[in-house]
């Protein structure tokens, strides 16, 4: 069954262009409500334990690398059907094929730079959630 939450950050390229609050105004324009927000910076260690199902691709260390070059905006969203609404915003992970209008066709730069994190699943929203905020973080 659907939940009402999702997890997303803002990677490092889309913080260090200055795009933070232009994708923080397109998440609220579609409707979601912020429920927990910060901005931090991921360790290499830190970054490599978060995308740990990645570990045995071959993109696996420059994500590490990449996830830990620069802050991010870890969040937590909240609408009916969050996590297929917001897979939606923020477009396909190659930015060339996103569709006119999301988060990726105006702000990624590559497949690897792609502005924002987005769950994919009900469970993976709450594992990706819980690896940045407490329960008691939520509001």
Do not use: C, W
């Not at 994500?63 to 830990?68: A, E, F, G, N, Q």
């Not at 190659?94 to 730079?113: C, D, F, H, V, W």
């Amino acid at each position: 069954m659907a939940t009402n939450l999702t997890f997303t950050m803002i990677k490092p390229d889309a913080v260090e262009g200055g795009h933070t609050g232009a994708i923080i105004k397109l998440i609220e324009e579609a409707g979601f409500r912020i429920v927990a927000i910060k901005k931090t910076q991921l360790t290499p260690e830190r970054a490599g334990q978060f995308y740990a199902v990645h570990r045995e691709r071959p993109f696996y260390n420059d994500l590490r690398t990449y996830m830990s070059s620069g802050a991010i905006v870890p969040m937590i969203l909240e609408k009916e059907n969050a996590v297929a609404d917001f897979r939606k915003l923020i477009g396909a992970t190659n930015p060339a094929q996103a569709e006119e209008g999301t988060i990726r066709k105006l702000y990624a730069k590559s497949m690897q730079e792609n502005a924002v994190h987005g769950s994919d699943s009900d469970e993976n929203a709450e594992i990706e959630a819980s690896f940045f905020f407490a329960t008691t973080d939520r509001y």
